[in-house]
Structures are given as structure tokens and as C-alpha cells.
């Protein structure tokens, strides 16, 4: 049975970092490209960023370049998403996502999905 489990979510103050954790297990991880999601109140879930199975490439939506960075230990099968200098419109639930597949990454074409955790930031 393939799990991802995210844990790290919580409120926060403008200006804030967090650590997201996403421990994966049913799966080969190496096999997998990850990256995370969020979907913030009333809207549609989005692209955060990704990394390549190997932990050799990474990519970010425009708005978190440079303030999130995510990376991956394949030997406890974890991946990160450190985020920092948070602000108000980086609240959202935040979502774990597995790929096996090429090329950027798009929900649709995602195969397994995290539970979900809850990022809030207060201005």
C-alpha cells in the first residue's frame, strides 16, 4: 500500500520559515519524481515545485523561486519543502505528490497524492 504522510503544517507570522516533511512508503522512491502542490482557500490546487528522482534537479513556480526550496533523502525516503520568508498568500493546504512520469509535472498526471497539510500565515 503506497503512503505519502505530510507533517511540519501550521500557523505561522509573516516573515516565518517552515520545514514540510512528506514520508513515503509502498513505492521505490527512486523511481519516482516528487514535488508539492498547495491549494490555497476557494481555489484550485497548484503547482509549489519538484525534484528529480535522483535529487539532481529542482523547479519552482515564479511566485516561491527563492523563498522555498525542496529536496529529497532517499535513504529515509523523505522529501522536503523548506519554505522561508513566508507571507498571508502562501497559506494553503500543502500536498505531496509522486511521478513517475517525465517532463514538468501537472496534477493530472500525478499517481499518488499525500494527505494534505495545513500551511496559515497571519500578516
Known amino acids: 500500500q503506497v503512503q505519502l504522510e505530510e507533517s511540519g503544517g501550521g500557523l505561522v507570522q509573516a516573515g516565518d520559515s517552515l520545514r514540510l516533511s512528506c514520508v513515503v512508503s509502498?513505492?521505490?522512491?527512486?523511481?519516482?519524481?516528487m514535488g508539492w502542490f498547495r491549494q490555497p482557500p476557494g481555489k484550485e490546487r497548484e503547482f509549489v515545485g519538484a525534484i528529480n528522482w535522483s535529487g539532481t534537479n529542482t523547479y519552482y513556480e515564479p511566485n516561491v523561486n527563492g523563498r522555498f526550496f525542496i529536496s529529497r533523502d532517499s535513504a529515509k525516503n523523505i522529501l522536503y519543502l523548506q519554505m522561508n520568508n513566508l507571507n498571508p498568500e502562501d497559506t494553503a493546504v500543502y500536498y505531496c505528490?509522486?511521478?513517475?512520469?517525465?517532463?514538468?509535472?501537472?496534477?493530472?498526471?500525478?499517481?499518488?497524492w499525500g494527505q494534505g497539510t495545513q500551511v496559515s500565515v497571519s500578516s
Open positions: 509502498g513505492l521505490s522512491f527512486v523511481d519516482y519524481n
Open positions: 505528490a509522486a511521478d513517475a512520469n517525465g517532463g514538468q509535472m501537472v496534477a493530472g498526471m500525478v499517481d499518488y
